[in-house]
């Protein structure tokens, strides 16, 4: 078993930046791609950004690119996403995730982290 815990978030400002954090403990080795996810209020789940945990090929959704960055740190076993020029739209809980190896879906989650942005 995968343990992801999230930090970073928080009540910013638009137009301010945020670099969330996830740390994964327990199985690690197991890991093959980490990602972020994102619910706005009233909305459902939506996924933000993935990164392949040895070969750090990165993917974004269409939206976010060009301002978010995902990156993470193979000797900390910690994974990050930049958020630039934040947007009230930006407001979410951002969720980290894991997919273990030669799994077809991701299989852990964490419990999120909020992430609020003021106009």
């Known amino acids: 078993q995968v343990e992801l815990v999230e930090s970073g978030g928080g009540t910013v400002q638009a137009g301010d930046s945020l670099r969330l954090s996830c740390a994964a403990s327990?199985?690690?080795?197991?890991?093959?791609?980490m990602g972020w996810f994102r619910q706005a209020p009233g909305k459902e789940r939506e996924y933000v950004s993935s990164?392949?945990?040895?070969?750090?090929?990165?993917s974004y959704v269409d939206p976010v690119k060009g301002r978010l960055t995902i990156s993470r740190d193979r000797t900390s076993y910690t994974m990050y996403l930049q958020i630039n020029i934040l947007k009230p739209e930006d407001t979410a809980v951002y969720y980290c995730?894991?997919?273990?190896?030669?799994?077809?879906?991701?299989?852990?989650w964490g419990r999120g982290t909020q992430v609020t942005v003021s106009p």
């Open positions: 990164i392949t945990w040895n070969g750090g090929t990165t």
């Open positions: 327990g199985r690690t080795s197991s890991i093959y791609l």
């Open positions: 995730t894991g997919w273990r190896l030669g799994s077809d879906q991701y299989n852990n």
